[in-house]
T-cell receptor, first 113, second 117 residues
Framework: DAKTTQPNSMESNEEEPVHLPCNHS???????IHWYRQLPSQGPEYVIH???SNVNNRMASLAIAEDRKSSTLILHRATLRDAAVYYC??????????????FGKGTLLTVNP | GAVVSQHPSRVICKSGTSVKIECRSL??????MFWYRQFPKQSLMLMAT?????????EQGVEKDKFLINHASLTLSTLTVTSAHPEDSSFYIC?????????????FGEGSWLTVV
């Protein structure tokens, strides 16, 4: 599986934007970039995913580098409820057993009031 | 959005007994479900992939006779921890693949805390 690299932790202030980076230098042409987050004692929550173009939804934006070797999850206005571990995961679009998600350590986001 | 529900959310069992955890997709059909285990302060570890109507595929190092997985319908997969021991105490999480309009998005359940005493 292609691997991703994320900072162990980041801190943000409430109401400010947060940019969570992810490096995936060995990404293949068929890998989608997925972001999930996990609040304490809960299952992971889907945030966003993309292939080549930047993506926006109600939760966040995903900015993908032109060479696809890195991406950034953008939370436009952090709230205390955004404090969680954020996982950047590559998933092969060809499916089969490749539908499984392999989790790394993720980034622990702390949001200060 | 899509909902995946697990039951029970918390269970305590005695060492040597078996315990079953259910995973249901509530508003979509899931031909593929996944089971994970997560120990405190660690990331999720995939245990097995559950396919409706066929045998589960287990990850390396996961004992298939200890962690029995059944996926008898398109909305239900079960994980049975047999002859549980204290080291099996963990947070068990399932996920399900929505092949509909969501475009193969995978959604996770709330997780089930297992404590073996």
């Amino acid at each position: 599986d292609a691997k991703t690299t994320q900072p162990n932790s980041m801190e943000s202030n409430e109401e400010e934007p947060v940019h969570l980076p992810c490096n995936h230098s060995t990404i293949s042409g068929t890998d989608y970039i997925h972001w999930y987050r996990q609040l304490p004692s809960q299952g992971p929550e889907y945030v966003i995913h993309g292939l080549t173009s930047n993506v926006n939804n109600r939760m966040a934006s995903l900015a993908i580098a032109e060479d696809r070797k890195s991406s950034t999850l953008i939370l436009h206005r952090a709230t205390l409820r955004d404090a969680a571990v954020y996982y950047c995961i590559l998933r092969d679009a060809r499916g089969g057993s490749n539908y499984k998600l392999t989790f790394g350590k993720g980034t622990l986001l702390t949001v200060n009031p | 959005g899509a909902v995946v529900s697990q039951h029970p959310s918390r269970v305590i069992c005695k060492s040597g007994t078996s315990v079953k955890i259910e995973c249901r997709s509530l508003d979509f059909q899931a031909t593929t479900m996944f089971w994970y285990r997560q120990f405190p302060k660690q990331s999720l570890m995939l245990m097995a992939t559950s396919n409706e109507g066929s045998k589960a595929t287990y990850e390396q190092g996961v004992e298939k006779d200890k962690f029995l997985i059944n996926h008898a319908s398109l909305t239900l997969s079960t994980l049975t921890v047999t002859s549980a021991h204290p080291e099996d105490s963990s947070f068990y999480i399932c996920s399900a693949r929505d092949t509909g309009l969501a475009g193969n998005t995978i959604y996770f359940g709330e997780g089930s805390w297992l404590t073996v005493v």
